[in-house]
């Protein structure tokens, strides 16, 4: 990345340490002015499968303390990205319907939220809301945000016809959104050095160089009730996706880009992974728990370096 940020979060514990609290850490060298400070805490705006929300304390220890771009390819709800609030970072994700709510949220959240309020959260007029088509970006941002909240756990699935088809999942909350974090999030994202792009993580690791840091957090392989045997996605996340993500992870660390990359603990991946340290994750299963497990998962995450 050619722009020279200094490190650059606002809510890192650095920011304490400097005197910085949750306001702004000094940018020199930064060509234009750096984010005015929110002092708020923000949150992903939508219920997003493979969500790290949960998992921020035991990722945040191993974020480098200083970075210039934050780049997050897979970025789905943003949690750490949220959490950190870098003030230059590129994110992209490959479900285009997304990147473009994100751009929405960035461009008018009054606009989003109004939209995304407008309807009760009911079986009729989730229907009713998963059946229209067009609009403003706004108004298919808001949309996108109340389905999310309506869907059977979070989910998002579309046809062949590339249609939202999702049924209605009666969630136990009414909650929708909440304006101040989308005004939040649209301050954050609206400066000129946070880049939401949208398409294959290849592009996006590209951009990674000498001091970024790189949050690689890929649709996971899957490990079939524990008996050893992977399950691979081929559809949404290939066995030859992994490899390929590998080898960028490796031709970004040689780059001088710090990774964390999170993916299922198995040894398909530690072996992909072979020479980098690695640290077990632990989270609450949201599925049953296997015999013997207790309702845990755990997680791998890689701590990808060459320098
Ligand atoms: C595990 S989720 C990311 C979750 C995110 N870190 C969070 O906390 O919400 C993985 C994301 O990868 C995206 N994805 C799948 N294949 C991709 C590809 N080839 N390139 C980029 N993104 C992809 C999915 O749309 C999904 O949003």
Redesign the pocket.
């Known amino acids: 990345m050619t722009l020279e940020v200094a490190a650059a979060i606002r809510s890192h514990p650095d920011a304490a340490s400097t005197g910085a609290s949750s306001s702004l850490i000094a940018n020199p060298g930064a060509s234009t002015p750096a984010l005015s400070s929110i002092n708020c805490e923000t949150k ?1 705006f ?1 219920k ?6 949960r998992l921020l304390s035991q990722i945040e220890p191993y974020v480098p303390r200083r970075f210039r771009t934050y780049v ?10 949220l959490h950190l609030q870098p003030v230059q970072a590129v994110l ?4 285009i319907p ?1 990147v473009e709510v994100w751009r929405a949220v960035r461009d008018d959240p009054d606009g989003v939220y109004a939209e995304a309020t407008r309807r009760p959260l009911a079986k009729e007029a989730y229907y009713a809301a998963r059946a229209e088509r067009g609009g403003s970006a706004s108004e298919r941002g808001g949309r996108f945000i109340y389905l999310n909240k309506g869907a059977f756990n979070g989910l ?1 699935r579309v046809n062949l016809k590339g249609e939202f088809n999702v049924p209605w999942g009666a969630p136990k909350s009414s909650f929708i959104a909440d304006l101040d974090n989308l005004r939040a999030i649209s301050e954050i994202a609206s400066t000129e050095r946070v880049e939401l792009m949208h ?4 592009a ?1 690791m590209d951009v990674a160089g000498d001091g970024d840091f790189v ?1 690689v ?4 392989v899957t490990s079939h009730n524990n008996n050893g045997f992977i399950e691979y996605n081929e559809k ?2 290939s066995w030859h ?1 992994q490899i390929r ?1 590998a080898a960028s992870v490796r031709a970004a660390a040689r780059r001088g880009a710090t990774l964390l990359v ?1 993916n299922a603990r198995h040894s398909s991946i530690s072996d992909l992974y072979a020479g980098f340290e690695t640290v077990v994750l632990e989270r609450p299963s949201t599925i049953a728990a296997a015999p013997g497990k207790r309702g845990r998962v755990e997680e791998l995450l890689v701590i990808a370096k060459e320098h």
């Open positions: 992903p939508i997003w499968a493979g969500s790290k929300r997050e390819p897979f970025v789905g709800g943003g949690s750490l990205f992209n994700d490959a479900c997304l998002y398409g294959d993580f290849q996006a949050f957090d890929p649709p996971y949404i996340f996706d993500l999170t």
